[in-house]
């Protein structure tokens, strides 16, 4: 069973629109998570990363996490069409740290 | 930022050859990982390495696979013998502190294998 899910699969938003990804670890020993995103042919590049609850804010991102319900989202705003990517968001393990990922959210951002 | 690099970038072979791919990672990094990804969706974690030891691998790391990093070269990761369903992106990764210390993994462009 898929320990980390995210949804949607894929998705499509306009340009300056707001981007809205959604990833849930099924794991309770989870206390890290991540965000990568990685281009077309290119290597997953770390957008952000949180491990307290609340939300974190970095520009145009921002990364919401709720430890009790280990569910954690990404939101983009004002998306660019050089935001389309894939996103993978990652958990890891309380004791062993090990990281797992969720299948992604293909994003593209229609100019 | 810090650059993990990967040799070749694309390699095609027979099944039943031996292929390796070859990852320069980040110079003071000392963990480093083997993940495959298939068909641009979920990155699978193989195996990591510290030390000149397996610390861990999963089950996708079959017996046919092998890592190594002979001191000053590259950390390698050795198929043999090779079968169709290797055929995938291979990412290497490296970082600073374990899985334990939540430390960046940073990533290689990929080598994509392809098993004729």
Not at chain 1, 55 to 71: C, D, P, Q, Y
Not at chain 1, 73 to 83: A, K, T, Y
Not at chain 2, 66 to 72: N, T
Not at chain 2, 76 to 99: H, M, N, R
Request: aromatic share 12%.
């Amino acid at each position: 069973q898929q320990k980390v899910q995210q949804s949607p699969e894929s998705l499509i938003v306009p340009e300056g629109g707001m981007a809205s990804l959604n990833c849930t670890s099924s794991d309770r020993n989870v206390d890290y998570f991540w965000w990568y995103r990685q281009h077309s042919g290119k290597s997953p590049k770390m957008l952000m990363s949180i491990f307290s609850n609340g939300e974190k804010e970095e520009g145009r991102f921002t990364v919401h996490l709720n430890k009790a319900s280990l569910h954690t989202s990404l939101h983009i705003r004002d998306s660019q069409p050089s935001d389309s990517a894939l996103y993978l968001c990652a958990a890891s393990d309380t004791n062993t740290g090990k990281l797992t990922f969720g299948d992604g959210t293909v994003l593209t951002v229609k100019p | 930022g810090p650059k993990v690099l990967q040799i070749p970038s694309h390699q095609i072979i027979d099944m039943g050859q031996m292929v390796t791919l070859n990852c320069d990672p980040v110079s003071n990094h000392l963990y480093f990982y083997w993940y495959k990804q298939i068909l641009g969706q979920q990155m699978e974690f193989l195996v990591n390495f510290y030390n000149g030891k397996v610390m861990e691998k999963s089950k996708l790391f079959k017996d046919q696979f092998s890592v190594e990093r002979p001191d000053g070269s590259y950390f390698t990761l050795k198929i043999q013998p090779t079968a169709l369903e290797d055929s995938a992106v291979y990412f290497c990764a490296s970082s600073l502190g374990d899985w334990g210390s939540a430390e960046t993994l940073y990533f290689g462009s990929g080598t994509r294998l392809t098993v004729l």
